[in-house]
């Protein structure tokens, strides 16, 4: 089997990005990229991610889509939300967090993450930084943010992170970012990166694709 062909096959087993299995239609637009941010912040817990991605799911058909929206909500709304996803362990923290984290987006960046993107300028490390200001957020989160959002920020591809590269190595494909990135279109990294976190993370699934 060549790396295509293996590449195609885990793509159809799952290609899904994060973001449209978490119901978010990713587009260059306030609400959808803050959604990803939360679906951002919600991963970088160790929770399982079909958790997290539920939570996500509760929080938007709460009606708290939106950075102003969340920042309005009470702490009580969002434990409830997260408690639907049984978002558990980490919810209380997390609620917290939510609300804080929305009110810094709308502070600093009028609640547009696209001001974001222009101040990072392509720079993964610049993007990086401004992301991690969000409370419970971090590195692995701005890893997720970056994977996802590289679907419409074309300038910050190929994101494909050490979480990706570990299931790349798992499938037998190239572990260095540029030579995975040529076995694809552009369209396609995000669910190639996506697919191979969820090899790394779901035991068996390597073998089910190869």
Avoid: C
């Amino acid at each position: 089997m060549t790396h295509r062909e293996r590449i195609e096959r885990l793509l159809e087993a799952a290609g899904p990005t994060y973001a449209a299995e978490a119901g978010i239609e990713l587009a260059d637009r306030p609400a959808p990229l803050y959604r990803l941010l939360v679906l951002s912040v919600l991963l970088s817990t160790r929770i399982k991610a079909g958790i997290a991605v539920a939570a996500a799911r509760e929080l938007q058909a709460a009606g708290m889509g939106a950075a102003e929206a969340m920042a309005r909500s009470t702490w009580r709304q969002r434990v409830a939300a997260l408690g639907r996803a049984h978002y558990k362990r980490y919810d209380e923290q997390t609620a917290t967090a939510l609300g804080e984290g929305a009110r810094l987006v709308l502070d600093e960046y009028g609640g547009d993450l696209r001001r974001v993107r222009e101040a990072a300028n392509g720079e993964f490390r610049s993007l990086a930084g401004h992301l991690r200001k969000v409370p419970r957020l971090g590195p692995v989160g701005a890893d997720i943010f970056a994977r996802e959002v590289q679907l419409v920020w074309p300038e910050f591809r190929p994101h494909l992170d050490r979480k990706a590269l570990q299931g790349a190595e798992k499938l037998g494909l190239p572990t260095r970012p540029e030579p995975l990135a040529d076995l694809v279109g552009g369209d396609e990294l995000a669910p190639l990166a996506a697919a191979l976190v969820r090899v790394a993370l779901e035991r068996g699934l390597a073998d089910r694709v190869t």
